[in-house]
């Protein structure tokens, strides 16, 4: 029998090597599986999401994937990875939200991925910072007009008392005036179908539609309300100078791109974009002003000193009002640091290392604002409400504090939140200058069960509020 010559077992010896350092470059993150095909972790993930992830770092460490519903979850916890997820190429944003935006709102993938970036650079520049002093006027007349259905006092829920002032001012503004009913039973409907709607809204991408069948009444209710209403959008102008409103100038350009028939999808998608979040920061923002008394006290004191003690009179709010009560907005700002969205993310195209692992393409990059604005060497005392934090960041320059990702980040960051901050602001003063308010329950712990978007209330909290003299 001839012996295997030396060269020849050199040679396996470096190729089995190299085969061994290529695995372990290949080497993916810790993944967590779960049990049941297909489903994976999915039963321990959706129980309560946010705790699932913070149990994984600390058990597994700063990467980790989690397998639900067929889709393969990398969470970046720590500084390398997120500077992947915020910087790399090879990470992207319409490929990760496409899927979702198709089941949602019924946008199929081409196109989606033909209009985004015209469209998103146009909603950026016409409710972005440079344009806002347009929209002061407006959202506070339409606020002043719904404040005067809450009459000289009363007490309600929070939440409730926020949607029933933020819905039609929001609507009105955005989409056309008097687009939002005035008919107490439509009124009451409109309400309806949202909360189905939004409830839903996360759990589409993994349940198939048949088997959500509140949540697909409530979009079908939308989608025909769209497919009436478009054609009067429109037409409709501004009684005052004639200019467009956001969706009117979203329409415009689906239309000249030739994707008319999707107009209502659209219609369906800015209206869930431009409500779902704004609502719960400002009854959260009412909450925490409401029950730290010293910062409600300076507030109180700050708005009478802008625009006087008489809560009867109607107002106006300017830019330079604004500019005067920086502690409103630090308060919204720190709300959202601590009810923030508990994800954002993106989708891998080509393999990624992180730390000593590698992410495959194909996965979604996951990064928890929620999760981040904890981090103590970000943000010093991460669980207590302190609105002074935000005296350092550069507002002015719309820079926010390090760390800060409640509006997401990078080339898509959210669009609307400049004008969120102003309408937030503006419910506040116009809130709090009318009326003496008190909280008449603690205000309520956050849902464990949302992931998407900011954090909701678990339960009820009431507001009592009487006309100052
Ligand atoms: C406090 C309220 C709000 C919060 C916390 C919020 C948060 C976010 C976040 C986290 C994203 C994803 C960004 C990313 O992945 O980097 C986003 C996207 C978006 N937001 Fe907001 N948002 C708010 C209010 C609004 C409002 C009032 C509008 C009004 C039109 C709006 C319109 C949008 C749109 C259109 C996108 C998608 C952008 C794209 O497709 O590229 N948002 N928002």
């Given at each position: 029998m001839e012996l295997i010559s030396p060269t020849v077992i050199i040679i396996l010896g470096i190729l089995a090597l190299l085969l061994f350092?290529?695995?372990?470059?290949?080497?993916?993150?810790?993944?967590?599986?779960?049990?049941?095909?297909?489903?994976?972790?999915?039963?321990?993930?959706?129980k309560a999401p946010l705790e699932f992830i913070e149990k994984a770092?600390?058990?597994?460490?700063?990467?980790?994937?989690?397998?639900?519903m067929g889709?393969?979850?990398?969470?970046?916890?720590?500084?390398?990875?997120?500077?992947?997820?915020l910087k790399s190429k090879e990470v992207n944003f319409e490929l990760a939200v496409q899927n979702p935006i198709y089941c949602t709102a019924s946008i199929p993938k081409n196109t989606f991925l033909a209009l985004h970036e015209k469209l998103y650079v146009m909603i950026k520049g016409k409710i972005g910072s440079v344009n806002l002093y347009q929209l002061t006027g407006p959202v506070t007349e339409e606020l002043y007009e719904q404040l005067e259905n809450l009459g000289t006092h009363g007490t309600m829920e929070l939440n409730s008392l926020?949607?029933?002032?933020?819905?039609?001012?929001?609507v009105n503004t955005l989409f056309q005036k008097g687009f939002f009913p005035t008919n107490e039973r439509k009124i009451r409907e409109f309400h309806q179908h949202f909360q189905a709607y939004d409830e839903g809204f996360e759990h589409r991408s993994h349940i198939p539609e048949c088997l959500l069948r509140h949540w697909s009444k409530s979009k079908k209710w939308f989608l025909a309300l769209f497919e009436k209403n478009i054609p009067y959008i429109k037409t409709y102008r501004s009684a005052k100078d004639n200019s467009n409103t956001l969706?009117?100038?979203?329409?415009?350009?689906?239309?000249?791109?030739?994707?008319?028939?999707r107009s209502p999808n659209y219609g369906l998608l800015l209206l869930w974009a431009s409500l779902s979040n704004v609502v719960p920061v400002t009854f959260w923002t009412l909450g925490f002003v409401l029950s730290h008394p010293s910062v409600h006290r300076t507030i109180v004191e700050d708005i009478s000193s802008v625009f006087g003690t008489a809560g009867k009179d109607k107002m106006k709010v300017s830019e330079d009002d604004l500019k005067k009560l920086p502690l409103i907005k630090w308060c919204i700002l720190e709300t959202l640091r601590l009810r923030a969205p508990g994800i954002i993310t993106?989708?891998?195209?080509?393999?990624?290392?992180i730390l000593n692992y590698t992410v495959p393409s194909g996965d979604l990059l996951m990064l928890s604002p929620f999760w981040l604005h904890r981090n103590p060497k970000l943000f010093p005392e991460p669980e207590v409400f302190k609105p002074e934090r935000w005296e350092k960041a550069n507002l002015e320059k719309h820079a926010f504090l390090d760390g800060f990702m409640a509006f997401g980040s990078g080339k898509f960051q959210c669009p609307g939140r400049w004008f969120a901050l102003l309408e937030i602001?503006?419910?506040?003063?116009?809130?709090?200058?009318?009326?003496?308010?008190?909280?008449l329950?603690?205000?309520?712990?956050?849902?464990?069960?949302?992931?998407?978007?900011?954090?909701?209330?678990?339960?009820?909290?009431?507001i009592e509020f009487k006309q100052r003299k």
């Open positions: 350092l290529q695995r372990k470059n290949l080497r993916g993150p810790p993944f967590i599986r779960g049990w049941i095909p297909w489903i994976g972790a999915g039963f321990e993930f959706g770092r600390i058990k597994y460490g700063p990467i980790f994937t989690v397998f639900v889709t393969r979850m990398t969470f970046v916890t720590e500084e390398e990875g997120i500077n992947v997820f926020v949607r029933q002032l933020l819905f039609p001012v929001t969706i009117q100038t979203v329409l415009d350009i689906i239309e000249m791109e030739g994707y008319e028939e993106r989708k891998v195209m080509k393999p990624i290392k602001q503006i419910c506040i003063i116009l809130i709090l200058y009318k009326y003496d308010c008190s909280l329950d603690p205000l309520p712990k956050q849902s464990p069960l949302h992931l998407l978007g900011v954090q909701q209330p678990e339960g009820q909290c009431r």
